[in-house]
């Protein structure tokens, strides 16, 4: 079975802090993606990776940068996290048949 | 612009039939639907291509009109385990590869009681 794993369920951080959120896949998939979901907005796109060290923005990426130095890790950072930034985030790599694998979600509450 | 889902909500009793639409203003290549259920991790139910037949996940199938920039989800004879939130994730056209990229909906929330 594919695996995407998150660092932490629930995560709560200070206004200004830099925040690392990371995901790791075990598929040796090309593609990983970082969602955002809020009640009401669905899921939408932050930013996505389509091989090592190549990035793009996806339909929301101010305030968020990324990483992907290893294949199987994709890193969502925040640099200077702020209270609308609270929200359940999600990573998610791409399969075979261009479905998506999702993590668990990350919970973080910035105060 | 994401796509619309339709209704927001829709409340069942075991055994009765529901239909979730997805409406996109943009050419599509595939529609994707997901379904989430409470504290989980969205999960694949299937996909519709341009040009591609009907599919099914069990008693849930789905169609895809292409002129129309459309999708339906259908669910049969519905089962206390189908209740969650349903999306829809679009892919469009971008002139090379996508890399798997999708909009979502805004989700449609399904509860079924016995």
Redesign the interface.
Known sequence: DVK?TQSSRYLVKRTGEKVFLECVQDMDHE?M?W?RQDP??????IY?S?DVKMK?K??IPEGYSVSREKKERFSLILESASTNQTSMY?CAS?GG?????????TRLTVL | QQPVQSPQAVILREGEDAVINCSSSKALYSVHWYRQKHGEAPVFLMILLKGGEQMRHEKISASFNEKKQQSSLYLTASQLSYSGTYFCGTEGYAGGTSYGKLTFGQGTILTVHP
């Open positions: 995407v593609n993606f969602y009401g907005l669905g899921l939408r796109l996505f389509y793009e996806g339909d999600l791409l048949v261009r479905e998506q694998f999702f993590g668990p979600g």
